[in-house]
């Protein structure tokens, strides 16, 4: 089968024309990819097509999926499911007609009504089974090359008819660039919220992407660093101290992340992270409290665990502070980190320097203790470095 070309356009029925336009047009009257999808099999349906099942498969760039499904069906909203990377060593997918597809077989096509038809791939029993007649997997072509996918069933005695095919067809390229577009703009969100966290990428959609680009928050701040990573890494091979350092981090990244605190960066063996006080610090405050509480827990179970494989366990501290940060673009003029800084942030780094010397988990400054004084007790005055008064320092009860 071929996608429309302008000689076949003016044969399709106006329903068809007027689809591929809104297509074109980049389908914008809804916003949202499961959207377009529940709009154009609307519409196809309004214009006699007899679909039962109509999925659309796109792979993306992500560290813990492989791609997204968008699944209609007659009656029923659409359905949205991630696949993992493991999926692709999977023979419900190895031996899937998206995988040809997908590696450039081109068009597969099994009309499950005709009793020749091969049953060479594992979904045509469940298709049967839902009584399908005509089995349909399109390539949707990117513009940098990649093959991505669309597939669609009916359940119409007979299967697609010529006109059915010939509306699919001119469907094909238009739905491809508007898949495509979907797909850029999931891939840029997925890297942002990766490498600089939710918030700063949302604020870097948003236009915050020049030097200079700075606003004040007030935030509660938690560093935290990984004791004697430098003579694990020095002891151990290179693989065995990333592994160390993920499994801090998985601790670490899911408390802070749960409880709404944003993780700003990594620096080597420890992690900065924010908990915006908006108008309640208590509240941010007590998110950040519940944070480490879990991050704690977390760590606890993981070192069980490293105990009984015989791994160095994971030590660690933890220093909260609440205060004011500048927060945005700060580098050269072609190279920027989304990040925070400002006396706060200097002084929640020698709060986490301290807790070392002390020997403590955990240790809070006096802005922190006080929206949360029942839970703290005052370890007393210490000089930290930068900072002209002592400073008084607090735990946890």
């Known amino acids: 089968m071929t996608t429309m070309n302008e000689a076949t356009r003016g044969d399709l029925p106006g329903e068809i024309r007027s689809l591929v336009d809104w297509l074109v047009d980049g389908a914008r009257t809804v916003h949202a990819p499961q959207a377009v999808l529940a709009e154009l099999c609307r519409r196809l349906v309004g214009a006699g097509l007899p679909l039962h099942r109509v999925a659309v498969f796109v792979r993306t ?4 999926v492989i791609g997204r499904r968008f699944l209609w069906r007659q009656g029923a909203a659409v359905e949205v499911a991630d696949r993992p990377h493991g999926l692709l060593e999977e023979p419900s997918y190895t031996d899937s007609p ?4 997908f590696g450039g077989q081109g068009t597969i096509r099994r009309r499950l009504a005709d009793p020749g038809c091969p049953n060479d791939f594992g979904i045509l029993e469940e298709l049967r089974a839902e009584g399908v007649s005509d089995y349909l997997v399109q390539p949707l072509a990117f513009s940098n090359g990649e093959i991505h996918a669309v597939s669609w069933t009916t359940t119409a005695a007979g299967g ?13 390229a238009p739905l491809a660039r508007l898949t495509e577009v979907y797909g850029l703009r999931r891939v840029a969100t997925t890297l942002l919220d990766t490498y600089v966290g939710h918030g700063a990428g949302e604020r870097i959609l948003q236009g915050q992407i020049r030097r200079g680009d700075i606003e004040r928050i007030g935030a509660v701040l938690l560093l935290s660093d990984l004791r004697g990573f430098t003579a694990e890494s020095d002891r151990l091979p290179g693989e065995q101290v990333i592994g160390l350092l993920n499994a801090y981090f998985d601790g670490l990244v899911p408390a802070i992340e749960a409880q709404g605190g944003e993780i700003l ?5 420890g992690l900065l992270a924010i908990f915006p006080v908006a108008a309640d610090p208590a509240r941010a405050s007590a998110a950040a409290l519940a944070a480490v509480a879990a991050a704690r827990t977390a760590l606890a179970e993981a070192n069980a665990a490293r105990q009984a494989r015989a791994e160095p366990a994971l030590r660690y501290g933890l220093a909260l502070h609440l205060g004011e940060v500048l927060y945005g673009n700060v580098g050269s003029a072609t190279r920027l980190d989304f990040t925070a800084i400002g006396p706060a942030v200097n002084l929640t780094a020698r709060l986490e320097t301290l807790a070392r010397d002390l020997g403590r988990e955990l240790v809070l400054s006096a802005a922190f203790a006080a929206h949360c004084p029942d839970a703290v007790r005052s370890l007393g005055r210490f000089e930290l470095r930068g900072f002209r008064e002592p400073q ?3 735990t946890l009860r």
Request: glycine share 6%; net charge negative.
């Open 392 to 394: 008084e320092v607090f």
């Open 265 to 269: 960066k990594f620096i080597g063996d």
């Open 160 to 172: 697609f008819s010529d006109a059915d095919l010939e509306a699919l067809g001119a469907i094909q």
């Open 61 to 64: 760039l992500h560290p813990n």
């Open 98 to 101: 998206i995988a040809r597809v």
